[in-house]
Nanobody, 114 residues
Framework: QVQLAEFGGGLVQAGGSLRLSCAASGSIFSINAMAWYRQAPGKQRELVASITSGGRTNYADFVKGRFTISGDNAKNTVYLQMNSLKPEDTAVYYC????????WGQGTQVTVSS
């Protein structure tokens, strides 16, 4: 079993920055990719960015050039650096871990005011 815990959400003005963290614990050897998803009210959950165990990254078009996903293997933590935030980035952000199983964190709220 894998546990994922997100940190770093909050309220920020448009144009500001936030960094989300996702700390993994448990059977982390079973994970070969991690990602950040988000879900805004009334909308489906969508992929924001992903990173493989080999360090390959992928971004949704709507965050390219603004968000950066990275990992620290020593700390079993994945980060999402979010810059130039827009009101439409407001959502609950979820950490995802995939491999032998599928694991989700509890989510952290990000609110961007105009």
């Amino acid at each position: 079993q894998v546990q994922l815990a997100e940190f770093g959400g909050g309220l920020v003005q448009a144009g500001g920055s936030l960094r989300l963290s996702c700390a993994a614990s448990g059977s982390i050897f079973s994970i070969n990719a991690m990602a950040w998803y988000r879900q805004a009210p009334g909308k489906q959950r969508e992929l924001v960015a992903s990173i493989t165990s080999g360090g390959r990254t992928n971004y949704a078009d709507f965050v390219k050039g603004r968000f950066t996903i990275s990992g620290d293997n020593a700390k079993n933590t994945v980060y999402l650096q979010m810059n130039s935030l827009k009101p439409e980035d407001t959502a609950v952000y979820y950490c995802y871990g995939g491999g032998r199983g599928v694991y989700w964190g509890q989510g952290t709220q990000v609110t961007v005011s105009s």
